[in-house]
């Protein structure tokens, strides 16, 4: 069972930026990643996702065009950089795994069986 590992987050202020790492314990190459995050009193929600060679990916509207998920199999790590955040991006950033063959990942969370345990974001002046 792949483990992951998120780091990186924080206290920005509004504007500024934050790169997420999601560090897995085993080989990431079969797996597409999802970034995804949970605010206060809010249901958890697809951030963004990135097939297992990094060819596809893809992003909630919300955050396309501030946010870039990207990987390095070979660090087994995955990205989430992150710019123009705003307070409504504060929440708990957690990725998850999913073992695939198929070419492109899924936003489903319900379909990602491997999670890590979260890292907060904060954005406030």
């Known amino acids: 069972q792949l483990q992951l590992v998120e780091s990186g987050g924080g206290l920005v202020q509004p504007g500024g930026s934050l790169r997420l790492s999601c560090t897995a314990s085993g080989n990431t190459q079969y797996y597409h990643i999802g970034w995804f995050r949970q605010a206060p009193g809010k249901e958890r929600e697809a951030v963004s996702c990135?097939?297992?060679?990094?060819?596809?990916?893809n992003y909630a509207d919300s955050v396309k065009g501030r946010f870039t998920i990207s990987r390095d199999n070979a660090k087994k790590t995955i990205y989430l950089q992150m710019h123009s955040l705003q307070p409504e991006d504060t929440a708990v950033y957690s990725c998850?795994?999913?073992?695939?063959?198929?070419?492109?990942?899924?936003?489903?969370?319900?379909?990602?069986?491997?999670w890590g345990q979260g890292t907060q974001v904060t954005v406030s002046s």
């Open positions: 998850a795994g999913r073992q695939s063959s198929t070419p492109s990942c899924t936003m489903n969370q319900h379909s990602y069986p491997a």
């Open positions: 990135i097939s297992r060679g990094g060819v596809y990916t």
